[in-house]
């Protein structure tokens, strides 16, 4: 029997970090939040030794009599502490089928992170290469500026010399 879970967005990545959330789990099991967030508090300690746990709050929905709705505290897990918390929920077609889609998408994301890491680091380097190049052509052209500066006093003289030498041929002196 190949169960469907709920599709939902099961992982995100914030600061190159794949994550998903207990109302996540909960949307993609079709599970009551109250209870996936109450296996995560239950076993606290052994969610923080996999590494400190993060828990959030959202607001609560705009209600239609004004106010909100009850705010829901939920937790934030890494990809070791979604791992555990799956192994704590009883199999099901449904909860295989969704571990099955969770695992899968912890990997794109690792490596999508991994594809663009990649590609940035290309990026950097071609960038750092052209860098480099332009820093020698500067260089380059800093010297030739120099030296062309040192050549043009010289030619310069040399020019008011010969100006100087055939001026009394320019303006028909006597002989």
Excluded at 55 to 62: D, L, N, Q, S, V
Excluded at 129 to 137: G, I, Q, S, V
Aim: aromatic share 8%; net charge positive; hydrophobic share 45%.
């Amino acid at each position: 029997m190949n169960a469907k879970f709920i599709p939902v967005k099961i992982v995100d990545v914030e600061n190159s970090k794949p994550y998903t959330s207990t109302l996540q789990i909960a949307i993609g099991l079709g599970l009551q939040h109250a209870s996936v967030i109450k296996l995560v508090r239950t076993y606290r300690p052994d969610f923080a030794d996999l590494s400190p746990i993060r828990f959030e709050i959202r607001k609560g929905e705009p209600l239609q009599q004004g106010g909100y709705a009850k705010a829901t505290e939920y937790a934030i897990l890494d990809e070791q502490q979604a791992t555990f918390l799956m192994t704590l929920l009883r199999n099901s077609p449904r909860v295989i089928a969704f571990k099955k889609a969770l695992v899968r998408a912890f990997f794109e994301a690792r490596a999508l992170l991994q594809i663009d890491s990649f590609s940035l680091l290309q990026m950097r380097e071609a960038l750092n290469a052209k860098l480099e190049c332009e820093k020698d052509f500067a260089s380059a052209c800093g010297r030739g500026l120099s030296q062309w500066k040192k050549q043009r006093d010289m030619l310069e003289t040399a020019i008011a010399n010969v100006d100087r030498q055939i001026q009394p041929c320019l303006f028909g002196g006597e002989v």
